[in-house]
């Protein structure tokens, strides 16, 4: 059976199960309604994940995965990374002296 058949077949089932629950326990037509969505909703929901668990046990397969490639990658990344850091760490330097340049300067002509 195709997964979508199964999501289908799955949503009807939980229809009619929540047609069937919403009359035995519900007295009105809103409460008929309300069991009837919630139960649908969840058994489309949960055909979902027993979908997505199905085709993930279903289609392991071993693959190649380029190990170095992503290691001089990832070392190329936290150079980069360092770089930036002392970029930022001198940027703030130069702020604080003329922060503190600043703060003389007007501290001079205040006197």
Request: proline fraction near 1%.
């Amino acid at each position: 059976m195709l997964g979508e058949n199964f999501v289908y077949f799955f949503t009807v089932q939980g229809f009619f199960i929540g047609i069937i629950f919403g009359v035995l326990k519900s007295f009105d037509a809103v409460g008929l309604l309300t069991y009837t969505f919630l139960i649908t909703t969840f058994f489309y929901l949960f055909s979902h994940v027993i979908i997505a668990l199905y085709f993930r046990t279903l289609t392991v397969k071993s693959y190649f995965f380029p190990k170095e490639a992503h290691e001089k990658e990832l070392d190329l990344f936290v150079k980069e990374i360092n770089k930036r850091e002392k970029l930022i760490d001198s940027v703030y330097k130069i702020t604080d002296a003329a922060i503190k340049m600043n703060s003389q300067e007007m501290s001079g002509q205040k006197s």
